[in-house]
């Protein structure tokens, strides 16, 4: 299955800033997948990026928020935008590796103070 | 539209005693099902899936799960746990297509008491 390296692996960042979260993997990949896991609470799917397209995003998460780019089929990035505490969270990137199912990577634990 | 329903946010169970943990799902065609874990403090690990053939499928660490297509579940149980087994478990499923996302239950909350 795919290898996926993110980072980073969490950071505190003061409200209004924003972060941008990376992920490369060790394989080409037709489509990666963004979560976020607010604590306490299961994963929640932010939005679908496909290599040379504008990504997909699920109800109640919009671009201007979570601005995602996909380069080329090994990388991507989100970044979260104008931060609140709101938005603390472990932000997660996913991709689908065939048969073997979703491999995800390690996390973003971000802070927002 | 796929949906998955954990009914126990939290199964509080002694160790060494078996543990069930209950999963449902909600489809309109074929989907295959999925286990995750995420241990405190670590990432989600795949623990066990359901593609194709036989129903019961196991993992490395003693679960298993079974997919019953007629009460669409797949519950995930252990005859004897540890107290390693202390996690977070996710049912997901997922149409597994080239451009097709994993959609995840709210997890349920595995305490193991000594």
């Known amino acids: 299955s795919a290898v996926i390296s993110q980072k980073p692996s969490r950071d505190i960042c003061q409200r209004g800033t924003s972060l941008t979260i990376q992920c490369q993997v060790d394989s080409q990949v037709t489509m990666m997948f963004w979560y976020r896991q607010q604590p306490g609470q299961s994963l929640t799917l932010i939005a679908t990026?496909?290599?040379?397209?504008?990504?997909?995003?699920e109800s109640g998460f919009v671009i201007d928020k979570f601005p995602i780019s996909r380069p080329n089929l090994t990388f991507s990035t989100l970044t979260v935008s104008n931060m609140s505490p709101e938005d603390s969270s472990i932000y997660l990137c996913?991709?689908?590796?065939?048969?073997?199912?979703?491999?995800f990577g390690s996390g973003t634990r971000l802070t927002v103070v | 539209a796929q949906s998955v329903t954990q009914l126990d946010s939290q199964v509080p169970v002694f160790e060494e005693a078996p543990v069930e943990l209950r999963c449902n799902y909600s489809s309109s065609v074929s989907v295959y099902l999925f286990w995750y874990v995420q241990y405190p403090n670590q990432g989600l690990q795949l623990l066990l899936k359901y593609l194709s053939g036989s129903t019961l499928v196991e993992s490395i660490n003693g679960f298993e799960a079974e997919f019953n297509k007629s009460q669409t579940s797949f519950h995930l149980r252990k005859p004897s746990v540890h107290i390693s087994d202390t996690a977070e478990y996710f049912c997901?499923?997922?149409?597994?297509?080239?451009?097709?996302?994993?959609?995840f239950g709210k997890g349920t909350r595995l305490h193991i008491l000594p």
């Open positions: 990026a496909n290599q040379g397209s504008e990504a997909t995003y």
């Open positions: 997901a499923v997922s149409r597994l297509n080239r451009d097709d996302k994993i959609i």
């Open positions: 996913s991709v689908l590796t065939g048969l073997n199912g979703y491999t």
